[in-house]
């Protein structure tokens, strides 16, 4: 499996932007489709958008427009451009690989829409 850690998240105001990072511990270059999740407290894991190796990119309605999601295979990351950031985007965001997700976490980054 591949250890993932995310960062980038805090508190930012609505309308504002965050760029998440995600850091694989190896090449993900031979996995197909990697997505950014987010949980807030009380619901279900719920999936934000993909990307696969060649670059074809799915997001969620909810963040349709707003969010940007890219990968750099020679630098082994996975980024999530965020901007027009709404409260209801607060959760914790995790990456991990999709469809299927391996069952080793990370431990996520916070985002916090607040003023």
């Known amino acids: 499996q591949v250890q993932l850690v995310e960062s980038g998240g805090g508190l930012v105001q609505p309308g504002g932007s965050l760029r998440l990072s995600c850091a694989a511990s190896?090449?993900?270059?031979?996995?197909?489709?990697m997505g950014w999740y987010r949980r807030t407290p009380g619901n279900q894991r719920e999936l934000v958008a993909t990307?696969?190796?060649?670059?074809?990119?799915n997001y969620a309605e909810f963040v349709k427009g707003r969010f940007t999601i890219s990968r750099d295979n020679a630098k082994n990351t996975v980024l999530l451009q965020m901007n027009s950031l709404k409260p209801e985007d607060s959760a914790v965001y995790y990456c991990?690989?999709?469809?299927?997700?391996?069952?080793?976490w990370g431990q996520g980054t916070q985002v916090t829409v607040s003023s």
């Open positions: 190896r090449s993900i270059f031979s996995i197909n489709a």
């Open positions: 991990n690989t999709w469809p299927r997700p391996q069952d080793a």
């Open positions: 990307i696969a190796t060649a670059g074809r990119t």
